[in-house]
Each structure stands twice: as C-alpha cells, then as structure tokens.
C-alpha cells in the first residue's frame, strides 16, 4: 500500500514516477474549470448566496470546523444558514440525504454527522452539490448556503471563496494528483475571496487561524474532564483517522500527555478490534472517528472536540460581501 502522506510531504524518491499521471490531472482539471468558466459547461446559480469553503490539497487542512465556526457565526448574524457537503464515504443508495444529528455516518459521511451535531443547522449531503443545495432550499427557510469542501466543484455557482491552507505542510512536495496533494495549482489562491492559514504563519494577504481543544468527553456516559487530568495516568491511546493525524496529535501533547499514536486513513471505517489495543489505557480520538465508534464505545473512550478560532477579520469581511450578494 502506498503511504501518500509520506509521497506527497515526506520527499519520497517515488513521486517523480507519478509525475506524467500528474500532468494528465492538471490537464483535464484546467479543462474542466475552462469549461465552467467560459460557460461552455452550465453553472447553476442559486437565489441565496452560496458560501464555498475548500482547499487545494488533498486531505485535511480545518475546513470542516472553519465551516462550523461560519455556520454558528452566520446564525448568530441571523442569517439562517444552511450546509451542504459531499457526504465522502456514506454509502447510502440514493442521494442528496437529509443529515440529522443522529443519522448514521455509514451512510451519510462522517463529516455530514459531525457538521449537523456541531452546527444545530440543516445539512443535506450528497456528491452533486447542486441537488443538495436545491434539497436544502426545498426543505429549510436559508438565507445562505455553506459548501463545505466545494472549491472544486463547479457546478454550484458560489459568491464567496475561502480557501483553507494547512500552515505547516502549505503544499507539500507542490505537484498535482498524485504526484503531490495539489488539487489545483497554488496560482488559484489568486482567485479567491479569503485565504485561511490554519496553524504556521499567515504570509501577505493571508488571515490566521488556529484549532482550541476543548475538554474531552466520555463516549459511554457524556462526562467531561479536562485533558490535564489524562497526564500520569501511563499514557493514553491516540486515535486519528483525518487527513493530517499529526495535529491531533501534537494537540494532545501540548496539553502533556503521553501518546500511544494509531493514526488511520482519513474517513477510515472502523471497527471494534480497531479500537481494542488489549489495556484499559483511556483512548482518545477526534469528533469525525468518535461519530463512527460510538456504537463500539466502552467507558474509557473519550473524544476531544476542536474550535476554529479564525481572525476576527474574516467574520466582519464575510458579513459585508454576503450583504453585497443579497443587495445584488
């Protein structure tokens, strides 16, 4: 199997090899967004401003708590927000699905679950981003639609564009799929509304962000207790199926813990032997792994949810162009 974190941001000797098949995918991608934008392909506008939050890389970068800190600002603003997303790794034969707190991420998505529990808000998932979006419409009184992870499907026609950037690891080894993490070339950064360095330093014309851990909870009974009160307990498991494990990671050992690490794939569909590592050592995991364990929880798993703390600038900038959208 192919370690495609260590390929695209470790400097594998093996990335060269994939480059003809990166060319190929910087190719149709520039072709297909040529398409949308000369309006050879249709793009679908809808009555409401339409927010889109995305990335250029492949894998996490904070997008999904970014969109839940817009979701709860935008309510708080009262505009009535609703989102749309993927719904990446639900298996549920018809789409776009309405999401509820306690939908089943099997078949829905991890993310679309998280989005809905996190947010209070109507979430509809499904891959084409126009159907969910006229779902929503259909269904829920929204004054604006969030796309959580849509920058690339152009389909849906948006007003505003944030780009999430990961601070640390920018763009790893800076080629394209699947040479590289690229999506798009770093030269579409140009193109957008806001740039939000999530971690490391933001450079010019760059808002910063950071991740807060909160206190966890116990998966079993709901309690809380800080993460301090993990430390000399003989070390705690870590669990981390998202795109970058390492944050979360490093996250809990900021706070002083000692970590047994067991990083997965992102959107990785557990099971319970996944999470039996033969001690009765707390496990803790993220908010997106703990959607799909909670029907394999015993009581010393816990999770630990995560803020997107943004620049104050990006809430007052935002308010402004979706006011400018809805004059329009």
Same mark, same amino acid.
């Given at each position: 199997m192919i370690d495609w974190q260590r390929l695209w941001y470790g400097g594998s000797p093996w990335a060269p090899l994939l480059t003809p098949a990166a060319g190929l995918y910087r190719t149709l991608t520039g072709l297909r967004r040529f398409a949308y934008r000369s309006g050879l392909a249709h793009v679908h506008r809808l009555p409401v401003p339409v927010v889109v939050v995305g990335n250029l890389t492949a894998g996490g970068t904070g997008? %999904?708590?970014l969109t839940i800190w817009l979701a709860?600002? @935008? +309510? $708080?603003a009262g505009l009535a927000p609703g989102i749309v997303t993927r719904g990446y790794g639900g298996r549920a034969r018809h789409w776009p699905q309405q999401v509820r707190p306690d939908a089943d991420p099997c078949m829905v998505g991890d993310e679309a679950v998280l989005l809905a529990r996190r947010t209070g808000r109507p979430v509809v998932a499904g891959p084409d981003r126009v159907a969910a979006a006229h779902a929503l419409l259909d269904t829920e009184p929204c004054k604006?639609? @969030?796309a959580d992870d849509g920058l690339q499907h152009y389909r849906l026609g948006r007003d505003i564009e944030i780009a999430v950037v990961d601070g640390v690891r920018r763009y790893g080894n800076g080629r394209c799929l699947p040479a590289g993490p690229l999506r798009e070339r770093p030269g579409r950064l140009r193109e957008v509304d806001f740039v939000v360095v999530n971690g490391g330093p933001a450079l010019g014309g760059e808002l910063p962000m950071h991740l807060d851990a909160g206190e966890a909870r116990n998966l079993v009974d709901g309690r809380i207790a800080p993460l301090t009160s993990f430390r000399g307990t003989g070390g705690v498991h870590a669990v981390a199926g998202i795109g970058d494990p390492t944050r979360f990671f $490093? %996250? @809990?050992? +900021?706070a002083g813990l000692t970590l047994v690490r067991h990083p997965f794939p992102d959107h990785h569909p557990y099971r319970a032997a996944d999470l039996d590592f033969a001690d009765e050592r707390p496990v803790l995991m993220t908010e997106k792994d703990a959607v799909k364990c909670e029907r394999y929880a015993r009581p010393h798993h816990w999770t630990v949810p995560v803020t997107a703390v943004p620049d104050p600038r990006l809430g007052e900038a935002l308010l402004t162009r979706i006011r400018s959208a809805h004059a329009g």
């Open positions: 997008k %999904t708590p709860d600002f @935008l +309510r $708080a604006v639609i @969030l $490093a %996250t @809990l050992e +900021r």
